[in-house]
């Protein structure tokens, strides 16, 4: 075999790796896509081809979704065949939160330009005051649900510590979503006193109204609410109790407590809800009154979901819409193991939350529309 034929012969053999490698991501991007959207499912493969250093790829196969929503972010737009706008696909893979190293190779790689880590650094430059202008952007004067909650990410001052960045997601009565914005609070760490502040900035950016809150149990996040929207009710997240709960009870005691539990938070109504906690009470009162008493002081807040429709609770119980997008914003910035500065937290996670920002407007949750046109989703708490 002439050396012409085996550089030929490598050559093929890396193009069916990188084949291999970006179908399989590709599938599991449309894995993560399906358990984000459960109404939709899986709808096959279609082929196409991508240019590479190494030759063009024929035959790749991109995975669908029936939605038709769906599209592989490791993989350029057909349309840009004639070109690929390299500047767009170092942003996208360094949101995904790989190192500047990492887009370098994989840039280099699968598309055959060579960008050095220091070029990608330039790339990622965004300016600071056009992140101040998305996050003090006007709101709408009125969301029917607001979630916020803190994730942890690492970061270092001198020292490595995880701190908190806070996300607020809001749902209007049609049941689009909106990212409203993130928060970083230095080295203080999560506290009442930032809330308060957040809320300050969302009625200076114009909002005026808004039904419930849906939040975890962190002392005075009700009060700052109330506080800055006194008409407002707060929805303390089931789920987030429902865990702490589990945390303090002995393992051959946690189905059991946990199905009196569900009896409570799955009752139909709010008179059912109570007379399911008088029984839990009762049995559960001599093993674990730590658990008891979490439930009886705060089971007013725990139970306002209950006022609403039935085909709308399960947005309002718990804060799981905004554990999804926290969720995401984990996983894209996984491979960051630590941000090296502030700087770089508050960059990234704002190049994701503008990542994800149409994906949320374009989609409604179920259920609010058809309340909203029948009159039975009010919005006029200030």
């Known amino acids: 075999m002439q050396g012409r034929e085996i550089i030929e012969k490598l050559e093929d ?3 069916e790796a990188i084949k291999s490698v970006i179908e399989r991501l590709a599938i599991e991007e449309r894995s993560l896509y399906l358990e984000e959207h459960p109404e939709t499912k899986g709808n096959g493969f279609y082929s196409r081809s991508l240019l590479t250093k190494y030759g063009p790829i024929e035959g790749l196969m991109v995975p669908r979704t029936r939605d038709g929503n769906f599209r592989a972010q490791i993989l350029p737009p057909p349309r840009r065949r004639a070109g690929l706008d390299l500047g767009e696909a170092v942003l996208a893979l360094y949101a995904s939160g790989a190192s500047t190293r990492a887009v370098s190779r994989f840039i280099e790689t699968i598309y055959g330009a060579y960008y050095s880590p220091a070029s990608i650094s330039r790339l990622t430059e965004v300016a600071e005051d056009q992140i101040e202008s998305w996050r003090k952007r006007r709101l709408s004067e009125e969301y029917f649900a607001l979630y916020l909650d803190a994730t942890f990410l690492p970061v270092r001052r001198g020292t490595v510590a995880r701190e908190p960045v806070y996300l607020a997601l809001g749902i209007r009565r049609d049941g689009t979503r909106e990212i409203v914005g993130f928060w970083t609070s230095g080295g203080e760490g999560e506290s009442a006193l ?3 502040e957040i809320f300050n900035e969302l009625r200076e950016r114009g909002l ?3 039904e419930v809150v849906i939040g975890d149990g962190l002392s005075g996040l009700k009060e700052a609410v109330l506080r800055v929207y006194p008409g407002a009710r707060f929805q303390r997240c089931v789920l987030h109790s429902l865990k702490y709960s589990l945390r303090k009870v002995r393992r051959s005691h946690r189905e059991a407590l946990a199905q009196d539990l569900r009896k409570i938070y799955r009752a139909g109504r709010r008179s059912e809800a109570l007379e399911a ?7 559960w009162q001599g093993k674990y009154p730590e658990v008891v008493k979490h439930w009886e002081e705060n089971l007013e807040d725990l139970l306002v979901f209950l006022e609403y429709p039935e085909p709308i609770r399960n947005y309002i119980y ?17 491979v960051i193991e630590v941000f090296c500065e502030p700087g770089a937290l508050y960059k990234v996670v704002y190049l994701v939350l503008r990542g994800l920002e149409e994906k949320y407007r374009s989609r409604k949750l179920r259920g609010f529309e058809d309340l909203m046109e029948e009159g039975l989703l009010s919005c006029g708490h200030s």
Do not use: G
């Open 277 to 283: 906690f008088r029984a839990f009470k009762a049995r």
């Open 208 to 210: 005026k109204r808004i």
């Open 194 to 196: 930032v809330y308060q």
């Open 13 to 15: 053999l890396i193009k």
């Open 318 to 334: 718990t804060t799981n819409q905004l554990e999804r997008l926290i969720k995401e914003v984990k996983r894209r910035t996984k």
